[in-house]
């Protein structure tokens, strides 16, 4: 759905709730969604059941329509659901939460009434939550919907869930793990409601302070950039991807579309988005505690202090591996300071340690000049148990100092039970705690990337010019063709995009193959032009470095491997084309694929005829600006071979870019490209060369392209 006015303020905070399909039957989603409603809930909460008096000792009444409620919460049985929620937008309830099981998730039956809900939905405008959900909860006004456990401790995370197990289980294990929740919502099959509602709702909601998501799917992946970008402005958006693994792996010919899985999609995606990825639900929910304290950290320093060795080298490696993060060197006033107020045996460099016999009082003498230091941008501060220190006070020491500079820090509390008291009042102060260094230096870690996507811009990148309207014939042409492959036959296509290619023809015949070469020089590239062979090396048909003398045959003979390979191939003709020095250069690959959700995505990485092997790519949403292009570039592995590796001279990485951002623009510009390889797209010093073209096209879209 997603529209950007729609306020869902009414679905956390209703005055009036319905419970239809409310009961007393041990055991039943309407029994434990009217318990839990009735366990807390500041509002009021009237059971909806015609055959019933009263549930849980609650007056009842017959339908929907006459409980005068915001809020209703369906638990009928699915072939009842649609017309209860017709009930609900006849009678004015606008916020609807479905938990009923038994739609699109079971089959042909389920979908065409999971169809009918949304048609509902929509024609009512109403706020539907499910079906399938577990339910929604809101700690400010106690409201706990939901059919799962008791209410979580209140706090500043509000959590979407396309699980409702998840829910259940983070929201039990919130206490024990020191996480405070301001709005819960299972997801359920967002027939209406989806992720990207939420993220939009709760970034303007002054009390969440961090969204977090269990996702499965995005619905529409270029509304949830849109709607992440603007949250994250303020409000960080955390989320764990599941499903990595490409099971329904399109069969693609190209060897963009073999890379490119869904998966590789959602990275670009989230990442266009500002959205932190975290890889598992411990990582999601300890990047979730350390962004729900509010401040993010103004430099990249970080300053250990611990009380015992092993611990703070663990933390000093981890800081040392952190991308964004590295160990502060501290000025020579916090030295000094640190050395008047430390025994003789600290240290009292980075990481300080304050040694096993340290009390609260050394601790906070640590900490406050560490956190005075002007390279110091976080803190981690470990403690391990011992028998000089009173943890509860240790606790509020910690959290006294990060309110006192503002400056954030994570807790690494290395024990069980005897430092529960700390782990309880550094949650109840908002300073995040955590049993392993490492994860400590997670938590921060992800404040430094929050911090980088806060300072993003999002510049639309500047249309280039082009020949548009050559590119829709080129592209019309394959509706002539048995497939709806292009190959090196559509080359102009890079001329009308200001893509340089090197210079050359398609002929057929050999006379015309050798009065072409002769034009170009001495020795040329020749290569098999036909639909049906997809990877022309793969069959012998790209012949490098062949003299003029010799083009004649090697046209006959580029023909015979062709009919040899597939006797009733489809024969363009062949290629004549300069010979690039590919000693002096990089062969690059860009490409693009389709994506359902998100739409055109723009690949940059080695090419050749290894790309799948080698597999070093990168995504982007298409189009992409210069700037975002040349991050691409940076991003392979491969990087170093470009800027000139082992005496080499440095490719034309201007041209690079160049070519990244045009073909870029060029799939933007044309939903009928499907996949789309520029593979070698050759990169020298002087410039670059797109010596190789391979496209399929959609042609129902021909018409919507720009
Ligand atoms: P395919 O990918 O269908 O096998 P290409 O046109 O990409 O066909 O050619 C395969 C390889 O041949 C390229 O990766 C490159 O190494 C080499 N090659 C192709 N064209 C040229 C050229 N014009 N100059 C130099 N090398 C070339
Ligand atoms: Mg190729």
Request: proline residues 6%; contains cysteine.
């Amino acid at each position: 759905m997603s529209e950007a006015d729609r306020s869902l303020a009414g679905l956390f905070a209703p005055g009036r709730v319905a419970v239809v399909g409310a009961t007393d039957r041990e055991g039943s989603v309407g029994r434990a969604v009217t318990e839990n409603l009735l366990s807390g809930f500041e509002g009021t909460v009237v059971p909806v059941n015609p055959n019933r008096e009263s549930v849980l000792g609650e007056p009842c009444v017959a339908s929907v329509s006459e409980a005068d409620a915001d809020m209703a919460v369906v638990a009928v049985p699915p072939d009842y659901v649609v017309d209860v929620v017709r009930e609900c937008g006849e009678s004015g309830v606008r916020n609807v939460v479905v938990l009923t099981a038994g739609f699109g998730e079971t089959g042909a039956e389920g979908a065409d009434r999971e169809r009918e809900l949304t048609e509902v939905a929509a024609e009512y405008d109403l706020n539907l939550v499910g079906p399938n959900s577990l339910g929604v909860m809101s700690s400010p006004l106690g409201l706990n919907a939901t059919f799962g456990p008791d209410a979580p401790p209140a706090g500043g995370v509000s959590f979407m869930s396309q699980s409702g197990a998840f829910v259940t289980a983070v929201v039990d294990w919130a206490a024990e793990a020191g996480l405070g929740f301001k709005d819960v919502v299972s997801l359920g099959n967002k027939a209406v409601l989806d992720e990207t509602d939420f993220v939009r709702a709760w970034g303007d909601d002054p009390d969440t302070d961090v969204v977090v998501g269990y996702l499965e799917s995005v619905v529409d992946g270029r509304a949830f950039v849109d709607a992440a970008r603007e949250a994250t402005d303020d409000t960080p958006v955390a989320v764990v991807k599941s499903g990595r693994t490409d099971a329904g792996a399109q069969a693609a010919s190209s060897h963009t579309g073999a890379i490119a899985g869904s998966d590789r999609a959602y990275e670009a995606g989230l990442d266009a988005a500002g959205v932190l990825r975290a890889e598992s639900v411990q990582e999601l929910f300890d990047a979730a505690r350390a962004l729900s304290g509010g401040t993010v950290p103004e430099s990249d320093g970080v300053a250990v202090v611990t009380n015992a060795g092993g611990p703070g080298v663990m933390a000093t490696d981890a800081v040392g591996d952190a991308e964004r993060l590295r160990l502060a060197s501290f000025a020579d006033g916090t030295v000094d300071r640190l050395g008047e107020t430390m025994p003789e045996e600290a240290n009292v460099y980075n990481p300080v340690d304050v040694i096993g016999d340290a009390g609260v009082e050394r601790y906070e003498a640590a900490l406050d000049a560490a956190l005075a230091d002007p390279d110091v941008g976080s803190v981690v501060v470990i403690t391990a148990p011992t028998a000089t220190l009173d943890f509860g006070e240790l606790g509020e020491a910690i959290a006294d100092a990060a309110d006192e500079h503002g400056v954030p820090m994570a807790a690494c509390l290395m024990g069980g039970g005897r430092l529960a008291e700390a782990r309880e009042v550094l949650r109840e102060r908002g300073v995040p705690s955590y049993f392993d260094p490492a994860r400590a230096v997670a938590g921060l870690e992800s404040l430094a990337e929050y911090r980088e996507v806060r300072e993003r811009s999002y510049p639309e990148p500047e249309p280039v010019d082009a020949d548009r309207e050559r590119v829709r014939e080129i592209l019309s042409s394959v509706e002539d063709r048995p497939d709806n492959r292009l190959g090196v036959e559509a080359m102009e296509i890079f001329d009308a995009y200001g893509i340089p290619t090197p210079e050359g023809a398609v002929v057929d015949d050999p006379a015309e193959a050798e009065a072409v070469a002769e034009d170009i020089g001495e020795e040329v590239v020749m290569k098999i032009v036909s639909p049906d062979i997809l990877h022309k090396s793969d069959i012998g048909g790209v012949k490098v470095g062949v003299p003029v003398a010799e083009v004649a045959d090697a046209y006959e003979d580029l023909v015979a491997r062709a009919r040899n390979y597939q006797p009733d191939a489809t024969i363009l003709g062949v290629q004549v084309q300069e010979m690039i020095d590919l000693d002096a250069g990089v062969e690059t690959i860009v490409g693009s694929h389709r994506d359902p959700q998100f739409g055109p995505l723009v690949m940059f990485g080695l090419g050749g005829v290894f790309v799948e092997v080698m597999e070093d790519t990168t995504f982007r949403l298409a189009p992409v600006g210069r700037e975002e292009a040349e991050g691409m570039t940076a991003d392979i592995d491969a990087a170093p071979l470009l800027r000139g590796a082992r005496g080499r001279d440095p490719v034309d990485l201007d041209a690079v870019v160049d070519a990244v951002v045009r073909v870029s623009q060029l799939v933007a510009d044309f939903p009928s490209i499907v996949e789309l390889d520029v593979n070698p797209l050759v990169a020298t010093p002087d410039g670059v060369r797109a010596v190789d073209l391979r496209l399929t096209v959609d042609p129902e879209e021909l018409d919507s392209n720009s």
